[in-house]
C-alpha cells in the first residue's frame, strides 16, 4: 500500500510536473527544466543528509513514524497545488516545487530502507518485483487518468487540477500505514544476510560509486525519453494520448520478461542488458514514428519493456550489493546507503529535465528528424551505463574467486 501511494506521487511528478510547468504555469522550457533540475538537486541532497542523520541520530530514529506521516501529508498537498499556480509566477512554483521535494525525500527515505529489512526475509528479487509491479501500476494509472490532460488539443487547468487532487487523495489514503510499518521495521532483529557465493553474477562490493553513477546517468537517459513524448508533435494524433499508457502497460509486461533472466544470470548482469535493449528501442523511436502508428505502437511497447527492466533490475542489484557489503542488516544503516542511492538517482532524473527542455527550446517543432538529437545522445547514455555495470561485473567476480581462493 505505501509503496503505492509513494509511487502515485512520483510518477505523476515525474512525468507530469515538467509538462504542467509549460503547458499550464507557463513556464518557458529552459527556465522549467532549470528548475526541475534545481528541484532534483534539492531533492538529492535531503536525501543523503536524512539517510545519515537517520543512521547517526537516534532522537529522528524515534520520532520517524511520527515524521514520516506528516512529510506524507505535506507532499500529498505540494503535489496537489502545482495545477493551481499563478499562470507564470516563478515564486509559487519554486515554493511548491521544493516543498513537495523536500516532503518526498523525509518519506522516501525511511520507506525505502524498510526494503532492505524485508528483502532479508523475502529475497531481494521478490521485493524488487512486488516493488516494480506496484510502480508500474500507478503509473498505468497516472497514465490513464492523465489522458483528458494531454490527449486534448490544448491543456485545460481545469482538468489538471481535478487530476492533479484526486490523485494527492488516492495516495494520502494509501500512505496512511507509512508510521506504522516504518516503527515495525525498525524493530525487526535482522539475521546476518547469507551471500550464495555461488551467485551468477555480482556488483563489486567495493563499487558503490560505480553503481549509484551508472543509474544516474540512465535514469537521467530514459525519463528524458519519457518527457520529451508529451511534446512530440511527430507522433500520431490518436496515438499521442495514449503513448505513455502504453509505454506503462508493456513497463507491467516486462516483470515477467526480465524477472525469470535476473534469476537466472544475475540482477547486476542483467540490468546491463536492460539497458542495451533501452539505447536499441530509443534510437529505433524516430524511424518507427515515420512508418506509421503500427511500428510506433511497437516501439514504444519495446520502451516500456526496456526502461521496466532497469527499474526493477536497478533496485534488485542494488539491494544485493548492500547485503554483499553487509549494509542492509540495520534499517537505520540502510537508510544511509538508500539515502546516497536515491540522491544520484534523483540528480539523473533532474538532468533529464534540463535535456528535455534544452532540446525542446532549440528545435523547431518536434518532428520526426528533431527526436534524433534526443535520441542520439539517449542511447549514448544508456550505453555508458551498460558498460559501467560490466565493469562493475568484472570486479565483483574477481572479488569473489578472490574469497574462494582464502577460503579453499
Known sequence: MTHAGKSLLWAGTDAFSFFILIKIVQIPPVAAGTLFVLSSFWNAMIDALWGNGIERVGTIRKALPGLCGLAGMLACFSFALLPWLPTGSMLATVVALFLFRTAFSLLDVPHNATAAALAHVHGHLIVARWRSTLSAVTALAIATAALPVVGA????????????????????????????????????????????????????PGG??????????????????????????????????????????????AIGLWAPLAAKIGSARALGFAYVASAAAALCLPAAIGQGPVSMMIVLALLGLSFGGVGLLAWSSFSELLALMRTGEDPAVAARAYGWFTSTSKIGLGFSGVLTGVWLSQVRGVGTQSLWSLVVPVAALCLASALMMWLGLVNGRRQLEKRWSEQQ
Open 153 to 204: 488539443a490544448s491543456a485545460s487547468p481545469r482538468t489538471a487540477q481535478i487530476m492533479f487532487m484526486t490523485v494527492a487523495a488516492v495516495a494520502f489514503l494509501l500512505l496512511v500505514p507509512l508510521p506504522w510499518l516504518v516503527r515495525t521495521t525498525r524493530l525487526m532483529v535482522v539475521a546476518r544476510p547469507r551471500v550464495r557465493e555461488t551467485v551468477p553474477a555480482v556488483f563489486s
Open 208 to 253: 558503490f560509486v560505480l553503481f549509484c553513477f551508472a543509474q544516474m546517468l540512465g535514469f537521467a537517459a530514459l525519463a528524458s525519453v519519457g518527457k520529451a513524448i508529451l511534446h512530440a508533435d511527430a507522433l500520431n494524433e490518436r496515438l499521442f494520448g495514449y503513448a505513455l499508457l502504453l509505454i506503462a502497460l508493456a513497463r507491467l509486461a
